[in-house]
């Protein structure tokens, strides 16, 4: 059901995201425009490779 008192992010910022810790550990959660997912045909639960690049992530499909 649409809660219509849910803002929509402004269009200049619908690639800002934030970190969330999962599940009370250690690891922090990022999550990606379903467009950019789209695009790149991943599913849910995939695996994916990151990597640190200077001061940038990378994150590409994992590959066996």
């Keep these: 059901m649409y809660n219509s008192n849910m803002s ?5 910022e619908k690639n800002i995201r934030k970190l969330t810790r999962m599940g009370g550990g250690r690891s922090l959660g990022l999550t990606l425009p379903i467009e950019i997912v789209k695009k790149l045909e991943w599913k849910e639960r995939q695996k994916i490779n990151v990597r640190l690049f200077g001061k940038k992530i990378i994150i590409q499909d994992w590959e066996k």
């Design 8 to 12: 929509r992010r402004k269009l200049s």
